[in-house]
């Protein structure tokens, strides 16, 4: 089992990272180290800063949040050598590693220009201005395969908007298996996503029809993990709901997005599911409901907060897990990127 997975290292890290994502990769690290070690088992998590650089940016900005998100991880419980844990995972930055840039170049032969045309992400994103979008949103995709082909990742831990890219990814493996492996040697493993059931999909506290997201320009649609318990509090009081009663069963939910999303993210945050949530709170007005939400959410997020502010004044401390953690990750990277070179007829001495 090789377990891989990325998070883009621009603006915070949100309620949505945390409970589509990143609380899933702490667990399967965890489960990973009870059930062998690093030996059988190995997960590798890195900040996406290749991926940063396919949209405006300020370099300055981008070096921050890459220092800033790998002290947020490291507080969310990914255990980085350095970061006062035992390097049950390997946590890195791509641009650390220039395998992933370079398997990207050799997938790029085998990618289809009709499958990446495809991608909601892509079409999001680019919207009406296609023609002036860089050449790196668009084969995004094909760099995202590459950072997990690259480890033979088995699984990968995501939110569901990640899923589209994902199936991408084992299309990419598949061609390229078929077109230049033996059938008994295949160079890529086909990654399995991991997508969590109750909360793969966290939607904006100011519309319950859009994903909660770094990119909002209003700070109110999303709970940072940097965010104080007033702050939290504020946001949630003032999160969009409506004029009803919460229902006491889950078909009441239904046409009621803004309910939908609180409910999920208290059932997600309190670990219990959504009926279990209604069962509690059924017939109660929001007036009740986000208080409760609110305090749940400052107690889970508290220790988090804290242990973040702590780490993020180490910038030689954050500097040092991400310099060991690209060490192993180049080491683990080497033989598949080799196998990939010699599968295309690449002559390298
Ligand atoms: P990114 O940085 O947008 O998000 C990181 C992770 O958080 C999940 N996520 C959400 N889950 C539920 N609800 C939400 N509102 C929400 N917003 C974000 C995402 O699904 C993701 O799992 N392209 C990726 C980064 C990446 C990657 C990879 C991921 C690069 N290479 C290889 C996996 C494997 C991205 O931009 O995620």
Redesign the pocket.
Known sequence: MRI?????PTGNLHL??Y???IRNWVSMQDDAAASGGPKDRQCLYFL?DL?AISQPHVPADLANATREMTAALVACGIDAVGGGGLGRAILFNQAQVPQHAELQWLLNGTARMGWLNRMTQWKDKAGKNAEGSSVALFTYPV??AA??LLYQATH?P?????KQ?LELARDIAQKFNNDFAPEDKPVFTLPQPIIPGE?????SLRDGSA????SDPSDMSRINLTDDADTIMSKVKKAKSDADALPSEKPGLEGRPEATNLVGIYAAMAGTSVDAVLSDFGGKGFGAFKPALGTLLVEKLGPINTRFLELRADRPALDAILRDGAARARALATPTLNAAYDALGLVRG
């Open positions: 891989v997975s990325g998070i883009q949505g990272n409970l589509g994502a996406a991926h760099l995202q950072d997990v990968v995501v939110g569901e908007d990640q890219h909360a793969a999909r966290i939607m994903k909660m997201s770094k």
